[in-house]
């Protein structure tokens, strides 16, 4: 396995600095067919050059090109930065006989330039492994770091804006305006029933209501139905009043209304009753105008 690598990186070495003749294509070819991942063909790339580099010469290596190549190496292959210059190439790259990387020995002339060559080769391959590496490796990683775009929870409709949007979208709108009904203390009482038959769902807009709430009283509508017996209107739902104002609450019924007449509101013990005694009634609604 070793011999075979040697050989790689021989050829390597001479196509980079020579060329090769068509043998040692074929030869390098064969030798190289089966490493395709690029990382491994980087190395391989990095080892050849700095075998290159390791042919005498009188001229020393860079500091900052040492320093660079020794931290790519540490990271990618497993060696330590803080290793002597001398302990790092023997554990990355075994000693080889010179005879083993030229047939015959360079001219000395020709030493420096291609030690230099070397040096600058496995800097280059370095730098290429280093992006290589950062592409594959950290990339994904910043683009999986990237937090989702937030998405922003609308936000709940107040009564009114319920109101206004039910109106706005609704045709055919049957409207009821509100009366005192037979409680001496609620006189003033203003605002109306807004109902669709077509939606069965409508609204309460009513001002002038007795603060009356849990734990001992509640109000609750009742809507007389054209098709419903009148000692039984249908329930449209219950709810308190904790404060002055105006209350504008939706209608829920149980029983689906098939043209409401006239809507009441009672005050009874809290949680509703089925059938109201109507002894006290707060307030009256009579169906007058439908809208389109």
């Known amino acids: 396995m070793n011999e075979r690598r040697d050989m790689l990186l021989d050829l390597l070495a001479k196509k980079a600095l020579e060329g090769l003749d068509e043998n040692e294509q074929r030869q390098l070819n064969d030798l190289d067919s089966g490493t395709a991942d690029r990382e491994v063909r980087s190395l391989e790339m990095a080892a050849a050059a700095i075998n290159i580099a390791g042919v005498e010469t009188d001229e020393p290596l860079p500091q900052h090109l040492y320093s660079k190549i020794a931290a790519d190496a540490g990271k990618y292959v497993g060696a330590s ?9 023997t554990a990355l790259w075994p000693p080889r006989p010179k005879h083993e990387i030229f047939a015959s020995s360079p001219e000395p002339s020709k030493l420096s330039w291609f030690g230099w060559l070397g040096w600058a080769a496995a800097a280059a391959a370095c730098i290429a492994l280093v992006i290589n590496i950062w592409m594959t ?155 389109s």
């Open 81 to 89: 930065v803080e290793k002597d210059p001398l302990e790092l190439e």
């Open 137 to 291: 490796r950290f990339a994904p990683q910043e683009q999986a770091n990237t937090p989702a775009p937030s998405v922003e929870t609308p936000r709940p409709l107040t009564p009114q804006e319920q109101l206004a949007a039910f109106e706005s979208s609704t045709p055919h709108l049957i409207k009821a305006s509100w009366a005192p009904g037979n409680m001496k203390d609620v006189k003033g009482v203003t605002g109306e029933v807004v109902w669709s038959d077509e939606k069965q769902a409508g609204f309460i807009r009513i001002r002038g209501l007795a603060v009356r709430g849990a734990p001992d009283y509640c109000y609750q509508l009742w809507i007389f139905d054209r098709v419903q017996d009148k000692a039984t209107p249908i329930d449209g739902g219950i709810f308190d009043v904790n404060s002055d104002g105006e209350m504008i609450v939706p209608i829920t019924t149980k029983i689906k209304p098939e043209g409401p007449t006239m809507f009441a509101l009672t005050l009874e013990r809290h949680g509703g009753v089925v059938v109201s005694k109507r002894d006290k009634i707060a307030a009256i609604a009579k169906v007058e105008t439908q809208s």
